[in-house]
């Protein structure tokens, strides 16, 4: 639908709520923030202290506040979070909207460096209110160049509890829409210095609509150390890397577990949830969370760590899911201490007494209780442990649980894992000992899935595993009879691998003698240590017009896990294809996405340009070389025409100017000199050095024409080559802002399905640009949740 149309049935909508009174609401009425069945159901469950019960509940009928969180890795998170607090948060003092005075935003107290903020300014409140606009554009524009990040306070956690360093390999199996993930790719780039950290983020999604979502979260960190993927968590394959030779399986030392949940600790922000909920949701996401969390720990390397967070605040979901994985684990898991850890997070113990309660309100204590017609709806492993001594040995008091009133946040729950040995039922960690044959020529990396989304066979298993196989499935069929008698002693059934959605571009590696990296080599003087092996393509045909690169250790595993792992996306542009810089000695022009990655390694043509020079780069479109000051027309004078890099060093002398160095790529022209970066990431360094943008980006959102300057740019945006990530980027934001951060967890039967509703369009726009075919996949539980 057009903006016109919108505008033309907005007043229709309010008459019909009710006139003036339905301004703000949209014209539909209000939610009634009750829930009969929600208050009985956690009152008996005692997860609030009797004491704090109406404070509890007074909590959840209150707006949620917004938070946003600074991009900690990057060199300037200093200068962003010096402009949040001295000229935005400043303006803020004494501020009223609607009559109802604005409070100043505050650190979270637990969070590292002063790195993320809460405040009780509401989207609604930023969008509309005309006091707040310049606020506004600049958390939209920040965030857009992936210097800030709006997320839930709570969201935050788990990353930070998984203590990840920049060596750690990392599966972050429950995904979208990406908040989550771009904290751990920040943790991995904690040193700036090291442009290819040694470890990697590999982030799942079963949903192949979310990925795209996901994809643009991860883009905006232009990290090498990123690969999105495409699967069904409870079923994640095991992946194969090279080393020394030979072929290993893939453990991770770092797994986030986010599952999908019911999501009843986000109603200040999803209300629906205050009309819908019922204990029914719980009831079968159990099983599911599960078996994620199963396949989790099977895939984590001993003395790894996993976190397993929800934002629900039921104990089916939460510590019946924790207890039946340590139980089953048989000693190999164990609960992590954490309570020195986030000093300043008010947080309560993980409970060790539930029951379980049917949607009519009918309670269960013991399994034995369950009649059989009701067994299908409740499982063993939803009741608490019997055993004392067993109980106590679990440490269940060692999770985490995050409630509303306490900091002003949403309802949370947090359990961390450390695997100690093998899983019981995989003692001997499978291993494939086979040499690798030398590659030679094109090192091409495909992904094989069914178009109908069909079973997609791995590889096929030697002798050794076969029979671990017949095993494994002998102990299941007798976990399941004893799981029947209310036993609970081994892995749930594990469901086959399924590849959804369409059959994605290959992902083609340079060899090693290919003619078209010479004239690259040469023209910008890479240095001999630079890892041209990870360079890839996304086409075995025709030209190649842009290079992407991928760290070393994500290239082994591409390589080595093509026909069973279906690829997203993963590597960042590097260099473009540019037919005039052909004349020039180099065919591909320097990406602005991929500079900081590059910059290490290149020897030649680069420009050291003062704050005032990057000022004219950034403010004019194609400025002439004559307005630079004489120094950089000094360096540019004996330079040839082509790409080049312009470079800006901070002078610690001048703490008024900007403290960060820039990094950015050019082109210089006959008798001119330009920069080639996105339009948010221009306004990004202007803001940061003091230069008034609002008006300007006012103006021009408002003028109906479009400038010369504008085609000029969007000509330039071109060559430069988006991807579909890119070109689907105003529809991506939009959704960001529709659906909010942790939409993954929205209630089964209301948020999750209006989450696919909006998405819907994103679904189409990638179809039609790029043939990305997406289906539904149900879990063969008895729900269609998607993780």
Request: proline residues 7%; aromatic residues 8%.
């Given at each position: 639908m057009g903006r016109r149309a919108r505008d033309r049935r907005r007043p229709q909508r309010q008459e019909r709520g009710g006139g003036d009174q339905a301004g703000w609401s949209g014209g539909y009425p209000e939610i009634v923030k009750e829930n009969e069945l929600f208050e009985r159901y956690y009152r008996e469950q005692a997860v609030v202290p009797a004491a704090e019960w109406d404070a509890f509940m007074a909590a959840l009928r209150e707006p949620l506040p917004a938070t946003l969180r600074i991009t900690g890795y990057k060199s300037h998170a200093r200068e962003i979070r010096h402009c949040l607090k001295d000229r935005f948060f400043a303006e803020l003092r004494g501020l009223r909207v609607d009559g109802q005075e604005v409070e100043m935003p505050q650190p979270l107290s637990w969070y590292p460096e002063e790195l993320a903020w809460h405040t009780n300014l509401s989207r609604k409140i930023l969008r509309k209110s005309p006091q707040l606009e310049k606020f506004h554009q600049f958390l939209v524009s920040e965030t857009e160049c992936g210097n800030i990040s709006r997320q839930e306070a709570v969201s935050m956690i788990p990353p930070l509890l998984l203590n990840v360093n920049p060596h750690h390999k990392i599966l972050d199996m429950c995904a979208a829409p990406g908040s989550k993930t771009a904290q751990l790719i920040e943790m991995l780039h904690a040193d700036m210095n090291d442009p290819f950290p040694k470890g990697f983020v590999i982030a799942n999604d079963v949903d192949n609509k979310r990925c795209y979502l996901l994809v643009h979260q991860a883009k905006r960190l232009n990290s090498p150390c990123i690969m999105v993927v495409n699967h069904d968590a409870s079923s994640i394959p095991n992946l194969q890397i090279d080393v020394d030779g030979k072929k290993e399986v893939l453990f991770y030392d770092r797994i986030l577990c986010d599952v999908p949940c019911s999501g009843d600790g986000t109603m200040r922000k999803n209300i629906d949830v205050w009309k819908k909920w019922t204990t029914q949701n719980s009831l079968q996401l159990h099983g599911l969370q599960l078996r994620i969390a199963t396949r989790g720990v099977e895939q984590l390397a001993e003395g790894g760590r996993m976190v397993y967070s929800t934002c629900s605040l039921n104990p089916i979901e939460n510590e019946a899911v924790i207890a039946a994985l340590l139980e089953r684990s048989?000693?190999?898991?164990?609960?992590?201490?954490?309570?020195?850890?986030?000093?300043?997070?008010?947080?309560?113990?993980?409970?060790?007494?539930?029951?379980?309660?049917?949607?009519?309100?009918?309670?269960?204590?013991?399994?034995?209780?369950?009649?059989?017609?009701?067994?299908?709806?409740?499982?063993?492993?939803?009741?608490?442990?019997?055993?004392?001594?067993?109980?106590?040995?679990?440490?269940?008091?060692?999770?985490?649980?995050?409630?509303?009133?306490?900091?002003?946040?949403?309802?949370?729950?947090?359990?961390?894992?450390?695997?100690?040995?093998?899983?019981?039922?995989?003692?001997?960690?499978?291993?494939?000992?086979?040499?690798?044959?030398?590659?030679?020529?094109?090192?091409?990396?495909?992904?094989?899935?069914?178009?109908?989304?069909?079973?997609?066979?791995?590889?096929?298993?030697?002798?050794?595993?076969?029979?671990?196989?017949?095993?494994?499935?002998?102990?299941?069929?007798?976990?399941?009879?004893?799981?029947?008698?209310?036993?609970?002693?081994?892995?749930?059934?594990?469901?086959?691998?399924?590849?959804?959605?369409?059959?994605?571009?290959?992902?083609?590696?340079?060899?090693?003698?290919?003619?078209?990296?010479?004239?690259?080599?040469?023209?910008?003087?890479?240095?001999?240590?630079?890892?041209?092996?990870?360079?890839?393509?996304?086409?075995?045909?025709?030209?190649?017009?842009?290079?992407?690169?991928?760290?070393?250790?994500?290239?082994?595993?591409?390589?080595?896990?093509?026909?069973?792992?279906?690829?997203?996306?993963?590597?960042?542009?590097?260099?473009?294809?540019?037919?005039?810089?052909?004349?020039?000695?180099?065919?591909?022009?320097?990406?602005?996405?991929?500079?900081?990655?590059?910059?290490?390694?290149?020897?030649?043509?680069?420009?050291?340009?003062?704050?005032?020079?990057?000022?004219?780069?950034?403010?004019?479109?194609?400025?002439?070389?004559?307005?630079?000051?004489?120094?950089?027309?000094?360096?540019?004078?004996?330079?040839?025409?082509?790409?080049?890099?312009?470079?800006?060093?901070?002078?610690?002398?001048?703490?008024?100017?900007?403290?960060?160095?820039?990094?950015?790529?050019?082109?210089?022209?006959?008798?001119?000199?330009?920069?080639?970066?996105?339009?948010?990431?221009?306004?990004?360094?202007?803001?940061?050095?003091?230069?008034?943008?609002?008006?300007?980006?006012?103006?021009?959102?408002?003028?109906?024409?479009?400038?010369?300057?504008?085609?000029?740019?969007?000509?330039?945006?071109?060559?430069?080559g988006m991807d579909v990530e890119d070109k689907e980027h105003d529809l991506v934001t939009k959704m960001e802002a529709e659906i909010g951060e942790e939409s993954s967890h929205s209630p089964v039967e209301s948020s999750a399905m209006e989450v696919e509703n909006k998405i819907e369009d994103l679904g189409q726009f990638s179809k039609n640009n790029n043939n990305h075919v997406s289906q539904e996949s149900k879990d063969s539980d008895t729900n269609d949740v998607k993780d």
């Open positions: 048989q000693g190999a898991l164990e609960l992590a201490d954490v309570s020195s850890e986030l000093p300043g997070l008010k947080r309560m113990p993980g409970i060790t007494k539930w029951k379980v309660m049917l949607k009519d309100g009918q309670w269960f204590e013991e399994w034995k209780d369950v009649p059989l017609n009701r067994q299908t709806q409740i499982r063993p492993t939803m009741f608490p442990v019997k055993d004392e001594e067993k109980l106590k040995a679990m440490n269940l008091e060692r999770c985490l649980r995050i409630l509303p009133h306490h900091q002003n946040t949403g309802g949370f729950f947090v359990a961390v894992l450390i695997k100690k040995s093998p899983m019981p039922w995989n003692k001997r960690q499978p291993k494939v000992h086979q040499k690798l044959p030398q590659r030679t020529g094109d090192a091409e990396v495909t992904t094989t899935n069914a178009d109908d989304g069909s079973e997609d066979t791995a590889e096929e298993p030697t002798l050794a595993e076969n029979e671990e196989s017949k095993k494994m499935q002998e102990s299941q069929n007798s976990d399941t009879e004893q799981s029947k008698k209310g036993g609970v002693c081994g892995p749930p059934p594990s469901k086959k691998m399924k590849m959804f959605g369409f059959k994605e571009d290959p992902f083609v590696f340079l060899p090693e003698d290919d003619p078209l990296f010479e004239p690259i080599q040469k023209f910008y003087a890479l240095d001999p240590s630079f890892p041209k092996m990870n360079l890839l393509t996304r086409t075995q045909e025709g030209k190649k017009r842009q290079l992407y690169m991928v760290s070393k250790e994500l290239r082994n595993v591409l390589l080595n896990n093509s026909e069973k792992m279906k690829v997203i996306n993963t590597g960042i542009k590097v260099w473009s294809r540019n037919s005039d810089g052909e004349q020039f000695g180099c065919a591909f022009r320097l990406a602005q996405e991929g500079i900081y990655t590059l910059y290490p390694f290149i020897h030649a043509r680069i420009i050291n340009v003062c704050i005032e020079d990057v000022k004219i780069l950034l403010t004019q479109e194609n400025p002439f070389l004559s307005k630079f000051s004489s120094e950089t027309q000094k360096k540019v004078k004996d330079m040839a025409m082509g790409s080049i890099v312009l470079k800006y060093d901070p002078d610690p002398e001048k703490p008024d100017e900007l403290q960060c160095p820039i990094v950015l790529c050019g082109w210089q022209g006959k008798t001119s000199l330009r920069a080639f970066v996105p339009k948010n990431e221009r306004l990004h360094y202007l803001r940061m050095m003091g230069v008034e943008v609002f008006k300007a980006k006012r103006k021009e959102e408002e003028s109906e024409g479009k400038t010369e300057e504008e085609g000029q740019y969007r000509a330039a945006q071109t060559e430069e």
